[in-house]
Nanobody, 127 residues
Framework: QVQLVESGGGLVQAGGSLRLSCAASGRTFSSYAMGWFRQAPGKEREFVAAINWSLASTHYADSVKGRFTISRDNAKNTVYLQMNSLKPEDTAVYYC????????????????????WGQGTQVTVSS
């Protein structure tokens, strides 16, 4: 069993920055990749970013490329999402998720690839 706990959300003005953290505990040794998704009110959950745990290769949604950076700290079993130049349309609940087996890079953009999910953290960007 793996537990994922997100933190770092909050209220920020447009153009500002936030850093989200996701700490994994439990049976984390088999983690293959970690990802971030978000869900805005009235919208479906969407892919934001993902990182391969051992290779550190990364994937981003076009809407956040160049503004968001995903990274991981293996020793702390923690993945981060640095969010810069935030826009009101980035307002959403952000979820981290974990993959525990090999999947092709492109598949990491799909919710169905992930085995464990956190509870989410709210990010609100004011205009």
């Amino acid at each position: 069993q793996v537990q994922l706990v997100e933190s770092g959300g909050g209220l920020v003005q447009a153009g500002g920055s936030l850093r989200l953290s996701c700490a994994a505990s439990g049976r984390t040794f088999s983690s293959y990749a970690m990802g971030w998704f978000r869900q805005a009110p009235g919208k479906e959950r969407e892919f934001v970013a993902a990182i391969n745990w051992s290779l550190a290769s990364t994937h981003y949604a076009d809407s956040v490329k160049g503004r968001f950076t995903i990274s991981r700290d293996n020793a702390k079993n923690t993945v981060y999402l640095q969010m810069n130049s935030l826009k009101p349309e980035d307002t959403a609940v952000y979820y981290c998720a974990r993959v525990n087996r090999f999947v092709a890079g492109g598949v990491l953009r799909r919710e169905t690839a992930y085995d464990d999910w956190g509870q989410g953290t709210q990010v609100t960007v004011s205009s």
